[in-house]
């Protein structure tokens, strides 16, 4: 049996996650009337039968709690010219001021979660498993409804910035 490596530096394992590319989202839920929301590029598509998808939610996230209280989800896919939402939600400094004000909004049909109107795409999930994921937990949403809401180029995150395709 080989001997036990040591972990990896968590700041080197960053790094070079920061070459792979990924889409931009924010996760939204809504519990009790109120609505919380975060931005998100840990999101993927896990199984076609039943249709399924993740996100990561860092634990000590203002949304983490809700969300899994709520056990409804929704996510709007950012275009190219959103960085300046991504930013908006991914700041904790925001955190008890209502997010959502002076973004165009309307409710999720299946889970009244808000959806911002100017995504690219959207997507509304029912929780259907959560897992321990470290410090995030592993969110599995059966997705309920779905749409492509503007057909555009896509915000992605690369190299610690954001960028779009070319």
């Known amino acids: 049996m080989p001997a036990e490596q040591p972990s990896v530096d968590p700041a080197a394992y960053r790094h070079v996650m920061s070459r792979l590319p990924t889409g931009v989202c924010i996760v939204t839920t809504v519990e009790d009337g109120a609505r919380h929301g975060m931005t998100v590029n ?10 399924l998808m993740l996100f990561c939610c860092e634990r000590d996230a203002s949304l983490h709690d809700p969300v899994l209280r709520s056990g409804v989800w929704a996510v709007s896919v950012l275009t190219a010219g ?3 939402v991504s930013r908006w939600f991914a700041t904790k400094e925001h955190r008890g001021e209502d997010r959502f ?3 165009e909004l309307q409710p999720g049909a299946r889970t ?18 959560t897992y321990d994921g470290g410090d995030h937990t592993i969110v599995v949403g059966e ?10 180029t896509p915000l992605l995150y690369f190299r610690g910035g954001y960028t779009s395709p070319h």
């Open 42 to 51: 840990a999101l993927t598509s896990v199984s076609l039968d039943p249709v």
């Open 143 to 152: 997705v309920l409804d779905l749409t492509v809401h503007r057909d555009t």
């Open 101 to 103: 004000a002076g973004w």
């Open 112 to 129: 009244g979660a808000p959806l911002l109107c100017d995504a690219l795409a959207w997507f509304e999930c029912r929780t259907w498993a």
């Open 82 to 84: 959103q960085a300046d």
